[in-house]
């Protein structure tokens, strides 16, 4: 069989004839011949290097929708049944700095509605074997379960070159120790930039929440988009956990995201910026940090920290709207409950 001479064939010869190949040649032989799949996760040349790996979603299996025996409208989807789309993009060296998509990829079904079923994913295992990381991943619209963040963490050995992390529309799946997977999964990256848009919990353990950030040494930037306002973990401990360390990040956008975040934080974190000069200028939208007292409201209002600006706007509604400045810092709030 074909497999059988490809065996005995030189890994030298193999991986030249593999190199005038095109690449789904390349992803179809390694599909059904193992020798083929190890030369090319072994040899770097033979590998695609895109810039940015983009891990989406479609609806699939369409479904005709009758009233009685007549067809009403266009085809809709069966809702809950998607594939997986991976998409490569490589940024151009020119002015315009355009974008331009190397390959896209179809890989396993899976079931949106329950994302902890969705286990089998074979063949985006093997696409990404073909794959060295870029410094941008993008998960867009799929279920985040153990399965997907353990093929993730083991799909290359130069995982510590993804620097930018983006988790739009994602659902995470009601799952024993999920937490744990992503944050082990984010520390094998080397991430200076975490984004996560809209995204919501099957279950009722919150992901978005101080130990999900923990010990993420070269974090950077957190920018967070919430479905529901509030529905997170996000507390004073994540503020202190920073500034014990001396790892605070220097942008946080946290807009229409309400937490429990405390002004003793805030006063702490003033302090540490105003004093420790960084190479960078700390940037921080907290958005709304609910249950404050007056008093340490009082307290931060009469921080005599040089240079230090506090503007307060009160709206109709009651919401007080802060304004911090300081050379080396920018931190922007709103309290409600005191």
């Given at each position: 069989?074909?497999?059988?001479?490809?065996?005995?064939?030189?890994?030298?010869?193999?991986?030249?004839?593999?190199?005038?190949?095109?690449?789904?040649?390349?992803?179809?032989?390694?599909?059904?011949?193992?020798?083929?799949?190890?030369?090319?996760?072994?040899?770097?040349?033979?590998?695609?290097?895109?810039?940015?790996?983009?891990?989406?979603?479609?609806?699939?299996?369409?479904?005709?929708?009758?009233?009685?025996?007549?067809?009403?409208?266009?085809?809709?989807?069966?809702?809950?049944?998607?594939?997986?789309?991976?998409?490569?993009?490589?940024?151009?060296?020119?002015?315009?700095?355009?974008?331009?998509?190397?390959?896209?990829?179809?890989?396993?079904?899976?079931?949106?509605?329950?994302?902890?079923?969705?286990?089998?994913?074979?063949?985006?295992?093997?696409?990404?074997?073909?794959?060295?990381?870029?410094?941008?991943?993008?998960?867009?619209?799929?279920?985040?379960?153990?399965?997907?963040?353990?093929?993730?963490?083991?799909?290359?050995?130069?995982?510590?070159?993804?620097?930018?992390?983006?988790?739009?529309?994602?659902?995470f799946a009601d799952e024993e120790g999920l937490l744990e997977s992503l944050r082990s999964f984010l520390s094998k990256t080397s991430v200076r930039l975490l984004i996560l848009e809209f995204c919501r919990e099957e279950g009722e353990k919150k992901i978005i929440c101080d130990e999900l950030f923990d010990g993420l040494t070269h974090l950077q930037s957190i920018s967070l988009q919430e479905r529901l306002p509030g529905a997170n973990g996000i507390s004073k401990d994540l503020v202190?956990?920073?500034?014990?360390?001396?790892?605070?990040?220097?942008?946080?956008?946290?807009?229409?995201?309400?937490?429990?975040?405390?002004?003793?934080?805030?006063?702490?974190?003033?302090?540490?910026?105003?004093?420790?000069?960084?190479?960078?200028?700390?940037?921080?939208?907290?958005?709304?940090?609910?249950?404050?007292?007056?008093?340490?409201?009082?307290?931060?209002?009469?921080?005599?920290?040089?240079?230090?600006?506090?503007?307060?706007?009160?709206?109709?509604?009651?919401?007080?709207?802060?304004?911090?400045?300081?050379?080396?810092?920018?931190?922007?709030?709103?309290?409600?409950?005191?």
């Open positions: 069989s074909l497999c059988q001479m490809l065996d005995v064939l030189p890994s030298e010869l193999l991986t030249s004839i593999l190199g005038h190949t095109t690449k789904q040649d390349k992803l179809s032989t390694s599909m059904v011949c193992r020798r083929v799949q190890s030369v090319i996760c072994s040899t770097r040349s033979l590998k695609k290097r895109p810039d940015e790996i983009v891990i989406s979603s479609r609806l699939v299996h369409p479904v005709t929708y009758q009233l009685g025996r007549l067809r009403m409208g266009k085809e809709k989807m069966e809702r809950g049944k998607r594939r997986l789309v991976v998409t490569l993009k490589r940024n151009q060296r020119d002015e315009k700095r355009r974008e331009t998509v190397i390959d896209t990829m179809e890989a396993d079904e899976i079931d949106d509605s329950l994302p902890s079923t969705s286990s089998n994913l074979s063949q985006l295992e093997d696409i990404l074997a073909q794959c060295i990381h870029g410094h941008t991943l993008l998960l867009s619209a799929v279920p985040i379960n153990i399965a997907l963040l353990d093929l993730l963490s083991s799909s290359s050995t130069e995982l510590n070159r993804v620097s930018i992390v983006n988790l739009e529309l994602c659902v202190e956990n920073w500034l014990s360390s001396a790892s605070a990040p220097y942008r946080i956008d946290f807009p229409n995201v309400e937490s429990s975040i405390s002004l003793e934080s805030v006063m702490r974190l003033i302090e540490f910026a105003a004093r420790t000069p960084r190479p960078f200028k700390t940037v921080w939208n907290l958005g709304t940090i609910r249950n404050t007292d007056k008093g340490a409201l009082a307290s931060l209002l009469l921080l005599a920290e040089p240079e230090l600006s506090i503007a307060i706007h009160i709206d109709m509604v009651g919401q007080r709207h802060i304004k911090i400045t300081h050379p080396f810092l920018d931190v922007v709030f709103t309290t409600i409950g005191c």
